[in-house]
C-alpha cells in the first residue's frame, strides 16, 4: 500500500452547490504537490473531507488506505484555513496541546522554531496578529512527523517574506518518505517546490501531473499553465 | 486521553467558572464580618447605632443573592458554549482532527460538565454555612423527632438515590449537547433550532412518562391500590429508569452526528 491519499468517486454536495463531483485521485508517498485552482473550486472541501471534518455525499476518501478515524488522525497533520487555536492558549500551552495529543510531535523542533522567529512561549494567541497566528499554527503542523501534511492556503494572508519563511520550514520539515499536499491559489510563489501539480476545477479534476511534464509536454511553467487552463 | 482532554477541559472552563464561585464566597464571607462587627446576627439589628450598618449588609446579601444566581447561570451557559465552540466552531477544526474517537470527546466533555454543576452546588452551600454559620449551629437539633434506623433498605435508597441523581445529572447535560449537535446540522439559524430541539425532546420524553404511568394506571389499577408497590425503592428506580433512557437517547444522537454528520464549513 504506497498510497497516501486516495479518492474514489468523491462526491460532496452542499444545498445549492456541488463542491467536488466525483473526484478520483491518488496521491503516493515523497511528494509535495500542489492542489491548484481558483476560489470555491473545492480545494477546501478536498482537504476538509480527506480530514473527516465533512462527510462525503457520495464515494469514499482514503488516508493510508483507511476512512478518516482515529488512526488516520495519528498520521495526517492538517493546517486549516482558518485560525485554530483556542485564544486562551499561550504559545507554550499550544505545544504543550500537540504534544500531549500526537506522539509524533517534535517538543524540541517546535521550540527551536517559535524561538528563531523570535515568538515568546507566554505570549496569547489572543494577542498575537493574524501572521503570527499562521506561523504559531504552522510551526505546530510541521513540527509533527507525520505522513501526510494536508496544508490548506498556509501562504494566503501573510507578506511575501513570510512566504519564504514558510515554504522553507514547510521543504526542510517534512521527511522523505511523506507526503506535503499545498492547496493555494498564489501559484508563482511555490511552483519551485512542487513535483505534482493537481488541477481543481469546479469539483473536478482537470490535470494530475508532475511539474517535469507540465514543463516538457506543454513547455511551459505551472503558473502559465494555470493561466490558459483557467482564463476567465 | 479522556485525561488529557478533560485536563484542557477544566483549564478552558475554569478560567471563567472560578472568579464566579470564588465571587459568592467572598460576598459571604464579607458580609458575615460586618455582621459580626455589628455584634453577630441576633442582636446587630436591634443596635440603634448600627442603623446604617443594616442597610449595607442589606445591599450585600442581596449582590451575594445575585452573585449565587450568577455562578449557576454561568455554570450551564459555559457547559453549552464550550462545547458548541470547542467542537463546532472554529476550535472545531483542532478537536475533531485529534487522534481522539468520538465517545471519548463526548465523555471528556461530560465528566468536567458534570463536575461544575455539582461544584456549584457545594460552593453555595459552602457560602451559605460562612454566612449563616453560627445560627445553623444553635438551631441544629440534638435529639430528632424521629428515630433513625440505618436499615438495609435505606441503604439501598441512599444507593438508589445516588445513582439516580448522577444519571439525571448526567443526562440532563447530555439533553443540551444533542440539542446542539441537531441544530449545527441546519444551514441557518442553529442556535434557535437547538433551542427548539432542546425542548421538543423534553416535551417528548414527558408526554411518554405520562402515558407510561397512565398506561400503569389503566392496565394494572391494583398497582396503585398495593401500598407496598409505593415505597422508596420503586420511586427511585423508575427515576433512574428514566434517567437513563433519556441520557442513552441523548448520547446517542450527540455521538451519531459528531461521528456521521459533522460539517464543519
Known amino acids: ?232 | 486521553m479522556l485525561g488529557r482532554l478533560m485536563k484542557y477541559e477544566f483549564l478552558a472552563t475554569g478560567r471563567q467558572i472560578l472568579p464566579a464561585y470564588i465571587g459568592v464566597i467572598l460576598f459571604a464571607v464579607l458580609n458575615r464580618i460586618l455582621i459580626e462587627i455589628g455584634g453577630g446576627m441576633d442582636t446587630f439589628w436591634l443596635d440603634p447605632r448600627w442603623e446604617w450598618m443594616v442597610i449595607v449588609v442589606g445591599f450585600l446579601i442581596f449582590f451575594y443573592i445575585m452573585a449565587i444566581a450568577a455562578a449557576l447561570v454561568i455554570t450551564i451557559v459555559l457547559i453549552i458554549r464550550r462545547f458548541y465552540t470547542n467542537l463546532f466552531k472554529d476550535e472545531g477544526y483542532l478537536t475533531n482532527t485529534l487522534p481522539v474517537s468520538v465517545d471519548v470527546h463526548i465523555w471528556g466533555k461530560l465528566i468536567p460538565a458534570a463536575c461544575w454543576m455539582i461544584a456549584s452546588v457545594i460552593v453555595v452551600i459552602v457560602s451559605v454555612i460562612i454566612l449563616l454559620g453560627g445560627v445553623i449551629a444553635d438551631y441544629w437539633p440534638t435529639e430528632w423527632p424521629f428515630e433513625l434506623v440505618w436499615t438495609s433498605t435505606a441503604t439501598l435508597a441512599a444507593l438508589l438515590w445516588l445513582l439516580s441523581s448522577t444519571v439525571g445529572l448526567l443526562a440532563g447535560i447530555l439533553a443540551y449537547y444533542s440539542a446542539l449537535s441537531i441544530g449545527q446540522l441546519a444551514k441557518r439559524y442553529k442556535i434557535l433550532l437547538a433551542i427548539v430541539v432542546y425542548y421538543g425532546i423534553n416535551y417528548a420524553f414527558a408526554i411518554i412518562f405520562v402515558i407510561a404511568i397512565f398506561g400503569v394506571v389503566i392496565f394494572s389499577p391494583e398497582a396503585w391500590l398495593e401500598p407496598e408497590a409505593f415505597n422508596v425503592l420503586s420511586i427511585y428506580a423508575m427515576v433512574l429508569g428514566a434517567s437513563l433512557l433519556q441520557g442513552a437517547v441523548h448520547y446517542f444522537i450527540t455521538r451519531y452526528i459528531l461521528k456521521n454528520k459533522l460539517n464543519l464549513e
Open chain 1, 1 to 232: 500500500m504506497s498510497l497516501l491519499l486516495e479518492c474514489r468517486l468523491l462526491t460532496k454536495r452542499y444545498p445549492l452547490r456541488l463542491a467536488l463531483n466525483q473526484v478520483n485521485l491518488q496521491l503516493g508517498k515523497g511528494k509535495i504537490v500542489g492542489l491548484l485552482g481558483p476560489n470555491g473550486s473545492g480545494k477546501t472541501t478536498l482537504i476538509k473531507l480527506a480530514n473527516g471534518l465533512l462527510t462525503p455525499s457520495g464515494g469514499h476518501v482514503l488516508v493510508n488506505g483507511q476512512e478518516p478515524g482515529v488512526e488516520t488522525k495519528k498520521v495526517l497533520a492538517y493546517l486549516p484555513e482558518r485560525s485554530y487555536l483556542p485564544e486562551w492558549m499561550t504559545a507554550g500551552q499550544a505545544l504543550d496541546y500537540f504534544y500531549d495529543f500526537y506522539e509524533n510531535f517534535n517538543m524540541a523542533k517546535a521550540e527551536d522554531m517559535l524561538a528563531r522567529l523570535g515568538i515568546d512561549k507566554k505570549d496569547r494567541i489572543k494577542t498575537m496578529s493574524k501572521g503570527t497566528r499562521e506561523k504559531v499554527q504552522l510551526i505546530l503542523v510541521m513540527s509533527r512527523e507525520a505522513d501526510l501534511y494536508l496544508l490548506d492556503e498556509p501562504i494566503g494572508g501573510v507578506d511575501p517574506a513570510a512566504r519564504d519563511y514558510i515554504l522553507n520550514t514547510i521543504i526542510n520539515n517534512y521527511r522523505e518518505n511523506a507526503t506535503v499536499v499545498i492547496s493555494t491559489h498564489l501559484i508563482q510563489d511555490i511552483e519551485k517546490v512542487l513535483d505534482e501539480v493537481v488541477f481543481l476545477n469546479r469539483g473536478e479534476i482537470s490535470l494530475h501531473m508532475t511539474v517535469d511534464q507540465v514543463r516538457e509536454e506543454r513547455g511551459m511553467s505551472v503558473d502559465a499553465l494555470f493561466r490558459e487552463v483557467f482564463k476567465c
